[in-house]
């Protein structure tokens, strides 16, 4: 992929914008782009640097992107509404043609990296609640203020917020910043023999650097799962940001018919009815599912007779139960998998598994957090999209607001702690 149309290739200390944003080291890559933490010698700070592949469709990408982006942190200058920032935009020329690059706050692990961290077993519950308020916090925002669909929501679409500070505490982390301004003209480009000095100096520097801050971004969630311990989260701060706005649309302006990652995709996109912002909320209710137990909440697989999305709809309906005849039968593509009663045309025996046995059977929930938990996610499973609740709906459901077992326990300690100081 690192060819004409393809990825820009980046080496530590490559300069970026006039020598604005310095290349640190590589952060992760995705189909359309490679995202770099990059150093931004304007604020002194790190930031991730998203560099789009060149061809003219992946430059289209990025601009709708960018329309979103924008747009989102232009109704949020505080910078509280748990959606990535956009910091700033611009294009980078190299060997492969024009790239596109975004800048972005610079954020931590995804949730599926925590996920995986913590050995598919599963969230304590207090911290799938921090995360879930965060996510509807960025939901309810995109929906209600922005009147925007995100389409790709997925734990791997979710970054925690970093801990990590490196331009404010270098001393902790390690670090030190990588780059003195450029002499003269900060906008200056390349070329003179002073900036080719600072660049070879800049990049023994950050080569140095860059093992250091691997060791600590490690140190954020603990690296990947490698032995049997436990893992504990305890004391890790759970707030995160939605990221990935590559598939977002308006509302009122739709253009893609299948849209979300096939797990998370909503029952109305698989049969083509009409879709609004509760697709949103279904990929929401699949990503709490998968904190709390460590399983998607739906893996298809296409079987003997019958393709990936039939065998989709089967799963919901042996976890939801049957889909009400009029959403079967209202899309335009339900002839493709029911028949006129609202039965599957291929997969004729379901097995039926509800949700809150299924936490308790094959999850070992206790019975009354399987019960709670079941609440909460079941109307945002419902089959009718009209029916789902709206992010906001959700940030004041119960479940959002139960005061954690230690807190209470902690709680009732304190206050007997003050009756006695009165006494
Ligand atoms: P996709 O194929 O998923 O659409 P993409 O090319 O649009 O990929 P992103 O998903 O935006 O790229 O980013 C790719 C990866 O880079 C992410 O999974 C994450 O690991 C990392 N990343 C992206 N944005 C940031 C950020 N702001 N801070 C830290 N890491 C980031
Ligand atoms: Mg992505
Ligand atoms: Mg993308």
Request: include cysteine; charged fraction near 25%.
């Amino acid at each position: 992929s690192y060819r004409k149309g393809g990825y820009h290739a980046v080496r530590i200390g490559d300069p970026f914008s006039g020598g604005r944003y310095i290349a640190q080291r590589k952060l992760g890559w995705g189909q359309f782009s490679t995202v770099w933490l990059a150093y931004d010698t304007l604020s002194s700070s790190y930031v991730a640097l998203k560099i789009q592949k060149s061809a003219q469709q992946f430059a289209q990408a990025a601009l709708h992107e960018i329309e979103f982006l924008s747009a989102a942190a232009d109704g949020d200058l505080q910078n509280t509404k748990c959606v990535v920032r956009l910091i700033d935009h611009f294009k980078h020329a190299g060997p492969n043609g024009q790239h596109l690059c975004m800048v972005l706050e610079f954020l931590g692990d995804s949730l599926l990296r925590l996920i995986r961290y913590n050995r598919y077993k599963g969230l304590k519950m207090d911290k799938v609640r921090e995360i879930c308020r965060c996510v509807l916090t960025g939901l309810d925002y995109l929906h209600r203020e922005l009147g925007m669909i995100h389409s790709d929501l997925k734990p791997e679409n979710i970054l925690l917020c970093s801990t990590i500070d490196p331009a404010k505490d270098p001393v902790r982390s390690g670090l030190t910043p990588l780059l003195e301004k450029p002499e003269g003209n900060a906008n200056g480009g390349g070329g003179s023999s002073t900036m080719n000095l600072i660049e070879k100096k800049l990049k023994r520097r950050a080569k140095r650097a860059v093992a250091k801050i691997s060791e600590r971004r490690v140190s954020m969630v603990g690296g990947e799962a490698s032995s049997n311990t436990e893992r504990s989260l305890d004391g890790i701060d759970m707030r995160c940001k939605v990221v990935d706005f590559g598939n977002a649309c308006w509302a009122d302006k739709q253009f893609a018919e299948e849209i979300q990652t096939r797990q998370y995709r909503a029952p109305e996109v698989i049969l083509k009815s009409r879709y609004s912002f509760s697709v949103d909320m279904w990929s929401f209710g699949c990503t709490a599912f998968e904190l709390v137990t460590g399983d998607m909440l739906f893996a298809p697989k296409e079987g003997n007779g019958y393709g990936e999305d039939e065998d989709h709809l089967a799963l919901m309906m042996e976890l939801l139960g049957k889909m009400p005849r009029k959403i079967a039968i209202g899309g335009a593509k339900s002839k493709d998998y029911f028949d006129r009663h609202g039965d599957l045309k291929r997969i004729r025996r379901l097995k039926y598994w509800p949700l809150d046995r299924l936490l308790v059977d094959k999850y070992k929930l206790p019975e009354a957090e399987a019960k709670e938990f079941a609440e909460f996610l079941s109307p945002i499973l419902e089959f009718a999209p009209e029916k789902r609740p709206t992010a906001q709906q959700c940030l004041e459901h119960p479940w959002m607001n139960v005061v954690s077992t230690q807190n209470n326990a902690d709680n009732v300690e304190s206050q007997m702690r003050n009756l006695h100081i009165k006494g």
